[in-house]
């Protein structure tokens, strides 16, 4: 049984990485959750029973098998890869998901990487949910071009992210004026085309992620993909709308075979009976769930259409990041 560190771990990922390790019955033999000097001390009531957040230190955290850094990028290129000399440290941030030597994994694509590494990259949100849908037609009919149109929940910016809209949604049926601390805009009752910073072509990070992201755990380093990421008041499952030029001509009716059979995904593809991907159905479950397929108008027979719902905490992190240390023990 490992000795399993958490930094972050009252956060809204590092509380679902808790759970997710404790339902998934990862062997965990012994559990250490740090913080900094605000929440060193605490006592948290977790699945693996109370337990009080111990003062972050390197030396303390390198004793550990597997650290789990649930925190900001700027943590993380501080520390990584100095808590990555004793222990594997999967990190949640961005800060070295395009490192050359340092593996992104979606490991129902690419978890072989992860037996051999010390530091390893679990990819943004919207990118990991996506590419459990993308990775199976990838391989059965080769993909030329991939079109995302997303709408992504309030937990993609943490529990202040979601408690803003929780709050934003009872103020303004009470008339009274909508929080905007955590997002640029009011979100609730508010859809906002805006998640990170601007780039100077025009696409904000969050989108240019989703691009640079999956072109690195496909291996496809020319793949034209191209995304626009909109917040919208949801709690904390991402939806997104994908369009996909194929190599390949592929009918709706293989599309759903091939995704029928895929690892992490639930076909969810009945519109007679009105059953399609959404974030009431997809929120706090595993899989990830891919409908509305069809054919697309543009690309005729050489394209589709889909639509998927993913939950950001699970998929979207936390459940990835624990079968990123599946993988790594498998
Ligand atoms: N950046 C994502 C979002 C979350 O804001 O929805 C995590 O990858």
């Known amino acids: 049984n490992l000795h399993v560190g958490v930094i972050g771990a009252t956060g809204a990922v590092g509380v679902e990485l808790i759970n997710v390790m404790f339902d998934r019955n990862f062997p965990v033999g012994e559990l250490t959750l740090f913080a900094s000097e605000r929440s060193a001390g605490k006592t948290v009531e977790t699945k693996f029973g109370t337990k009080t957040v111990a003062l972050f230190s390197v030396e303390e955290a390198k ?52 037996k051999t590494a010390k530091l390893i990259a679990n990819p943004n949100c919207t990118t990991a949910i996506a590419a459990v849908a993308l990775w199976p037609l990838h391989q059965a009919f080769g993909l030329k071009k991939v079109i995302v149109s997303t709408y992504q929940a309030a937990s993609g910016a943490g529990q202040p992210g979601m408690n803003e809209l929780r709050e934003g949604l009872a103020s ?7 929080p905007a601390e955590v997002f640029a805009h009011p979100l609730a009752f508010n859809v906002i085309p805006h998640i990170d910073s601007f780039q100077d072509n025009g696409y904000t990070r969050e989108e240019m992620k989703v691009t640079w992201e999956t072109r690195k755990i496909f291996g496809t380093p020319d793949l034209p993909v191209s995304c626009t990421a909109v917040r919208i008041p ?54 990830v769930e891919v409908g509305r397929i069809r054919s697309n108008l543009i690309f005729g027979d050489h394209g589709l259409e889909l639509f998927v719902a993913g939950d950001q905490l699970l998929k979207g992190a936390a459940l990835n990041a624990v079968q990123i240390a599946e993988a790594s023990i498998a």
């Open 63 to 114: 004793q550990c098998d597997i650290v789990f850094l649930a925190v900001s990028g700027d943590f993380a290129k501080e520390y990584a890869p100095k808590i990555a000399e004793g222990a594997l440290v999967i990190d949640n941030s961005s800060a070295f998901r395009l490192n050359d030597d340092v593996p992104l994994i979606v490991p129902e694509i690419n978890g072989d990487l992860a």
């Open 172 to 178: 303004g049926l009470e008339g009274k004026p909508v």
């Open 234 to 287: 949801t709690e904390r499952t991402h939806s997104e709308a994908i369009v996909v030029e194929t190599e390949k001509a592929v009918t709706p009716a293989q599309a759903r075979e091939v995704l029928s059979k895929a690892k992490g995904v639930k076909l969810v593809d009945d519109p007679a009976n009105n059953k399609y991907p959404m974030p009431l159905t997809a929120t706090k479950q595993y899989d």
